[in-house]
Every structure is written in structure tokens, then in C-alpha cells.
């Protein structure tokens, strides 16, 4: 059973990659990924406020919605708030190297362009085997348009491509109006990888309190669908490897999501709720599948559910929009 794959010009020998979360904050947690057979470790993203909260007040955003550098900053977690500060950040990713023979991913989520270049070569100086852009983002101004955001995000991979030689993935939300367009403008601009996608952590209010409440939810395989999705329709169109993160959590979904173009599949939710050791029950699983369904190879499985060879994309997507509320009957 050949379960290897190729992601960012790496060369592992399965699909399943330890995403970015607190799993590999230390050396210990990151061995047993490793022994429980991760092919790669993505280490939690570093935040430009982090590293640059003093000069907060230059922030290209903050000054566009005029709103007073103090009252941005006091939004912003203290410093101990974080897991890793950005020195420790730094030496944590360098001993990860030395403890582990899989490749390790640094993550990297910046604000404004010079941070996002100054710490991604600090992060390949400190050894990453390939660097992370988490583009998360919100834009809540209506003045900003949704062309000027992703011309930022575009510009944001090629100067960090620019600066750096190993290769970069980058992170994305599903919310663009035209995915496949933004997706084939970064893919251009040089990314090595796509990853499908980030999370969106929505916060609940309070009624009594008057407060917003934050409480994070795992994920379950249900999150899987809007992914396969959108791998289905990206998959054979862009060069850049593609990964999927969110809703990874039995085999079956590790199938489904090579089927529809993945090259890999991070799992963060399923690894916290069931610990490292889930991973190797995953890969079990997964060849027992592949044995059963005989298919010898992941790379002959993948992408055979690509939207790719579809001739009408559109119309197949509106018939099944169609199909799908018309089925149902009272
Ligand atoms: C506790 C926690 C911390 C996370 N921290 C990060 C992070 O620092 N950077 C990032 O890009 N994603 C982060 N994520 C998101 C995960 O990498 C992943 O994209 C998301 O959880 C969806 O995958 P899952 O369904 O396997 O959990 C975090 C997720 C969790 C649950």
C-alpha cells in the first residue's frame, strides 16, 4: 500500500499532517506525533502583535479607520496570553528540528507587510522546513472593497516568496466572493500549497452579561463537506499542492479529501478530543480502506472526484443546488 504523497516540494511518506494547534507547543508533544506517524507538524501561528505590539500604532488598518492607537491596543492579548512568545517561538521551532526527522512547519500570521517578511526569514533562518501564512482576516469596514483585500493578500504571498527560499503554503478562509479567482492570483503570486480552510471562530453573546463570549468548538467530519468542495473545484487547476484542514477526522474523510485533490490532510480537532496516538489509528484505517477498495496508491486515488474534468462547473454546481432543495419533500 502506498499511502506517500508529495506536499510544498516535500516528499512524506502519508497524508496525515499534525495542523497548527496546541499539539506541538512542546518537544514532547511533537515526539508523539511523530511516533504516532505524523508526516509533518504544523507549529501554532506566531501573531505580528506579538512581536511589534510598540509599534501597533503604525498599522496601516488602524490608522485607515482612524480609530486611536490606544483604544486598538487594548483589544490586543498581553503578551502572556500567548503560548509562544516570539523569541521562544523561534528557539521552540529550532529544537523541534533537532528532536524530530519530519519536516516542521512554522506559522506565521502577520499584519502588516514588513512583518510578514521579517519573521518569515527569521522563521526559515530558525530552520522550518516550510512556512505557514494563516491570512486570516475580517474586514469590517464597508469602505474596503473586496478587490483591495485580496490584492493585500496576493501582494502578501509574493513578498514573503520573495524574501524567502523555502516553500510557503497559505491558509485561507472560505469568505471571498471568487475563491477560485483568489486562489489562482495566489497560486500565481508563487504559493507552494493552498490550505482549505481556516476556521471561523464566531463569538456568542451574553443576553445577561451584555458580553461576547468566546468558546472554541472542535470541529467534527461534518466541516469536511465545504472543503471537498472547494478541493473538488480547485484540484487540476492550480499548481500549488493543496491541503485540507478542518473536519479531518476518520479515514474515510482522509479518502474523501484525496479524492476530491488533496495532497494532504491536517487534523487538529480530532487529535486534541482523542490524542496523538488517533493519527496512527487513522493511517491503519486508511490502508485497510485503500486494501479493501483496491486502490494501491494514495496518488491514484486523488483526485479522481475533481471537478476538473467537468465540461459546465457552473451549471453543475447550479443543477445540484437544484437537485438538492427539490429532492426534499414534506
Ligand atoms: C486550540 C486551537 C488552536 C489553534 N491555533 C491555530 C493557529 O495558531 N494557527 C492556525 O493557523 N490555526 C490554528 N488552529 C486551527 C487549526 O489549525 C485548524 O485549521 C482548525 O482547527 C480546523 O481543523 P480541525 O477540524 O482538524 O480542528 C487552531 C485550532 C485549535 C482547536
Request: proline letters at 5%; charged letters at 20%; aromatic letters at 8%.
Amino acid at each position: 500500500m502506498n499511502l506517500s504523497t508529495e506536499y510544498l516540494g516535500l516528499m512524506l511518506p502519508n497524508p496525515l499532517v499534525a495542523g497548527a494547534g496546541p499539539l506541538a507547543d512542546d518537544l514532547d508533544g511533537i515526539k508523539r506525533l511523530e511516533d504516532a506517524g505524523a508526516a509533518a507538524i504544523v507549529l501554532r501561528s506566531l501573531f505580528e502583535e506579538q512581536i511589534t505590539r510598540e509599534q501597533m500604532s503604525e498599522y496601516e488598518n488602524i490608522e485607515r479607520h482612524g480609530e486611536s492607537f490606544a483604544e486598538a491596543a487594548s483589544y490586543f492579548p498581553s503578551p502572556d496570553a500567548f503560548a509562544l512568545g516570539p523569541f521562544e517561538y523561534l528557539n521552540h521551532l529550532r529544537r523541534a528540528k533537532e528532536a524530530v526527522r519530519i519536516p516542521v512547519i512554522a506559522s506565521l500570521n502577520g499584519a502588516t507587510p514588513g512583518g510578514w517578511i521579517e519573521y518569515a526569514r527569521l522563521m526559515a533562518e530558525a530552520g522550518a522546513d516550510a512556512l505557514e501564512l494563516n491570512l486570516y482576516r475580517i474586514s469590517t469596514g464597508p469602505e474596503t472593497t473586496g478587490a483591495e483585500i485580496e490584492r493585500e493578500a496576493i501582494a502578501t504571498v509574493r513578498e514573503v516568496k520573495k524574501a524567502i527560499m523555502i516553500p510557503v503554503a497559505v491558509k485561507l478562509s472560505p469568505f471571498y466572493t471568487a475563491f477560485a479567482h483568489l486562489a489562482r492570483e495566489i497560486d500565481r503570486a508563487g504559493a507552494d500549497g493552498l490550505v482549505l480552510f481556516n476556521r471561523f471562530y464566531q463569538p456568542d453573546i451574553d443576553p445577561e452579561e451584555l458580553i461576547a463570549t468566546r468558546t472554541l468548538h472542535l470541529s467534527d467530519s461534518s466541516e469536511l463537506r465545504l472543503r471537498l468542495h472547494w478541493m473538488a473545484i480547485l484540484s487540476g487547476r492550480v499548481r500549488a499542492s493543496l491541503a485540507v484542514t478542518g473536519g479531518v477526522h476518520t479515514a474515510l474523510d482522509v479518502v474523501k479529501a484525496t479524492m476530491a485533490g488533496a495532497h494532504v490532510t491536517q487534523m487538529v480537532s480530532a487529535l486534541l478530543m482523542n490524542g496523538p496516538a488517533h493519527l496512527r489509528t487513522v493511517l491503519d484505517d486508511l490502508a485497510a480502506w485503500m486494501q479493501e477498495h483496491e486502490w494501491p496508491s494514495l496518488a491514484g486515488m486523488r483526485g479522481n472526484m475533481s471537478l476538473f474534468k467537468v465540461p459546465d462547473p457552473d451549471a453543475y454546481e447550479r443543477a445540484n443546488y437544484m437537485l438538492m432543495l427539490q429532492g426534499w419533500r414534506a
